[in-house]
């Protein structure tokens, strides 16, 4: 991603800049604890707001190299994962 998209006030607002890899957040997952990770992304969504009026996808998709779209960098996510249970809570216990 462009320095000037990562550096962008407005980009890390609107959930950018403050972009990471899907690898990084997988791991940023399981360092959480949690199990049975599932990680669905979705690049269309924004396809789809950079074809919109919205300013900031405008200003961003602004600063790519010539051949780049946003969906190169960005990527909505679905993130599922189960917190394990731990010690002797159990089966029994949820009952």
């Not at 800049?17 to 990770?37: C, F, H, K, N």
């Not at 300013?55 to 961003?60: C, E, N, Q, W």
């Not at 010539?66 to 010690?87: E, H, N, Q, W, Y």
């Amino acid at each position: 991603m462009p320095d000037t998209i990562r550096h962008s006030v407005e980009a890390l607002v609107g959930c950018i800049a403050g972009a990471v890899p899907v690898s990084q957040t997988e791991t940023m997952v399981r360092d959480a604890g949690l199990e049975e990770i599932s990680v669905h992304s979705n690049p269309e969504y924004f396809k789809h707001l950079t074809a919109s009026d919205n300013p900031l996808a405008r200003k961003v998709v602004s600063c790519l190299s010539a051949g780049s779209s946003l969906g190169d960098f960005v990527s909505s996510m679905t993130i599922s994962a189960r917190k394990p249970i731990v010690g002797r809570i159990g089966k029994e216990m949820l009952q």
